[in-house]
């Protein structure tokens, strides 16, 4: 009697295990994942610049910062709505008699070759527009700086000029 249960039990278990595979749904069932990515720039880097007296004006009627002299900002936008904004900081700038003006240069990227102002640096602030996506690294624009004296004057004698430019960027 025992051999006959245990042959039964084996032929049902058998005949559900076929059974159960054959009722698992054969039509593929999409599974969505879905998410979504903020809008972000962020100011990655800042190196300074040093100012040097232009020495085709002398006695020092500037101070400059161009060249290899100039300040860099490196920044990384996700999106073609970001805008950087420079400006001089009154408040923390040196310059006695003399007067802070400011120049962006574009240094490739997502700045190309923007040069804002087009001319010559300027004491109001800049507005660059990022039209793109900036590298996974980051793009650089640099900051040209010019410290001019008053007409028909010399810049005062001074150890310790100092230009700072505030670098905001929003998405």
Do not use: H
């Not at 300074?48 to 232009?54: A, P």
């Not at 999106?79 to 009154?90: C, M, Q």
């Amino acid at each position: 009697m025992r051999p006959a249960k245990l042959l039964t039990l084996s032929a049902v278990v058998g005949l559900t295990t076929i059974c159960y595979g054959n009722v698992a749904q054969a039509a593929p069932t999409p599974v969505n994942f879905s998410g979504s990515v903020a809008a972000s720039c962020t100011i990655d880097s800042v190196t300074d610049g040093s100012l040097s007296e232009e020495l085709s004006n002398f006695p020092a009627i500037a101070l400059v910062a161009t060249g290899g002299d100039r300040g860099i900002v490196q920044v990384k936008c996700n999106t073609a709505t970001g805008v950087l904004t420079l400006a001089i900081n009154s408040g923390s700038t040196k310059v006695y008699n003399g007067t802070a003006k400011i120049r962006f240069n574009g240094g490739g990227g997502v700045f190309g070759t923007a040069n804002l102002p087009a001319t010559v640096p300027s004491i109001n602030p800049i507005v660059v527009s990022l039209p793109t996506v900036t590298n996974a690294s980051g793009d650089i624009g640099r900051i040209q700086v010019r410290v001019d004296a008053p007409l028909g004057k010399l810049l005062k004698t001074a150890n310790d000029y100092l230009v700072v430019v505030d670098a905001t960027i929003v998405p």
